[in-house]
């Protein structure tokens, strides 16, 4: 059985076709050079930005593609059926969307022409020190100075960390005031006092640069601030709707792709006198597999085809990032085992996705945060 997709228009096709035509040309051939130097080069983000691959669902006149969701869930999709890992998504679908939400014509003229070339790359500043998922626990904190805001703290795990060139920082501007004192900052990494600490090794996705940022007395205009002040609370818990989701979009082709390897591999691999796949135990458990890989795919879908029409609730979003991430590891595991010995050599896809996809389950919000919201509601 296959899950018929009706969620996608012509339009979105013909954008996969360019969509996997680049990641194959361009990104591919350059994987094993950004693993080893755990960054990708900027003037594969500039290829993409003349591509239209960036800010896809960003207006035309700021220089945007102006599609719809369904453009940047197709560059997810396609991702993780090659094999790539770049943070595109991140830059254009999970923060430019804050400045075209929130910014001024002002701020959206200044910074968004760069940001869908990809001559200014992005990155968000949520998680602290001893913080994680806890947004509102934040202290990195940003005071008003006449016409400045002089921001002081530190974050981690922020992923273009060292390729960014400008942030989006959550600081808090009221510290008594909890959750109903943050506010979102943009702040460019040439400033005085911004500093890039050391780059994180991390288990997987080593082409994706992740590093600490501090602020030491860092000033920026007023005018950088998104939105209104104390309001970035709220900001941050309608838009991370989107940026769970879009965990979910990826997941569900990447384990459709993982599936239809393995299967190659057990068919093709030889074993007591047959193949693999001759013995009972390997066809039940890719049996379980694609029952999984199915409901999986038919779940992100129908979730796919409400945001596109209306928008994903907070809840919606947590319930697709917790099932598609557990499904997605535990099925990961069961087809390493499949391949043995090989299911450990990184030059397989299955062990690569295997140290890359460990950290769906706590990026984005941690599972066990997504378990919380979705019983808020209960």
Sequence with gaps: MEVVRNVYREDHEQFR???????????????????????????????????????????????????????????????????????????????????ARLGTEEQKQRWLPGVCAGETILAVAITEPGGGSDVKACRTTAVRDGDEWVINGSKTFISNGFISDMVMVVCKTDPAAGAKGVSLIMVETNREGFRRGRKLHKVGMHSQDTAELFFDNVRVPASNLLGEVNKGFGYLMHDLAQERFIIAVGAASKLERLLAQTVEYVKDRKAFGGTIWDFQNTRFKLADIKANAVALRTMVDYYLAEHMRRGLSGEEAAIAKLYSTEVLWKCIDDMVQLHGGYGYMLEYPIARAFVDMRIARVYGGSNEVMRELITRKM
């Design 17 to 99: 076709t360019t969509v996997r035509r680049f990641l194959e040309r361009e990104c591919l051939p350059r994987q094993e050079t950004w693993l080893a130097d755990g960054i990708v080069d900027r003037e594969t983000w500039q290829k993409a930005g003349r591509e239209g691959l960036l800010g896809t669902s960003l207006p035309e006149e700021y220089g945007g593609g102006g599609g719809d969701f369904g453009h940047a869930a197709i560059i997810a999709e396609e991702m993780a059926h090659v094999g790539v890992s770049v943070s595109f998504g991140l830059h254009s679908d999970i923060v430019a969307p804050y400045i």
